[in-house]
Nanobody, 125 residues
Framework: VQLQASGGGLVQAGGSLRLSCAVS????????MAWFRQAPGKEREFVAAIKWGSRITFYADSVQGRFTISRDSAKNTVYLQMNSLKSEDTAVYYC???????????????????WGQGTQVTVSS
């Protein structure tokens, strides 16, 4: 399974970006797709996740109401729509995929087997 993240860039505070993560595998019905981010000098942190089959979503408190995760099964792609961006959203964003991830583990990096290469998001204040 390969994940290809794209869509990062430089944006002013208050602006929007949409990240995409293309997944090479065709069968992902029992999987969870997630976005994590890592700022310089900080640990990788959970941002959002979506269950591929049910489309149930999970969000970090820091992005709830501003970010939206979605998926397009026809394109095998997961999106992260980021609105009202803040300077503290600046980080490298990674998409991740995991099979059989239980709800209580979706926020943990160790729950995911596959990771994309990351895309830089920089929010200027």
């Amino acid at each position: 399974v390969q994940l290809q993240a794209s869509g990062g860039g430089l944006v002013q505070a208050g602006g929007s970006l949409r990240l995409s993560c293309a997944v090479s595998a065709d069968t992902f019905s029992n999987s969870v797709m997630a976005w994590f981010r890592q700022a310089p000098g900080k640990e990788r942190e959970f941002v959002a996740a979506i269950k591929w089959g049910s489309r149930i979503t999970f969000y970090a408190d820091s992005v709830q109401g501003r970010f939206t995760i979605s998926r397009d099964s026809a394109k095998n792609t997961v999106y992260l729509q980021m609105n009202s961006l803040k300077s503290e959203d600046t980080a490298v964003y990674y998409c991740a995929a995991g099979r059989g991830v239980i709800n209580s583990s979706v926020r943990r990096t160790r729950a995911y087997n596959y990771w994309g290469q990351g895309t830089q998001v920089t929010v200027s204040s």
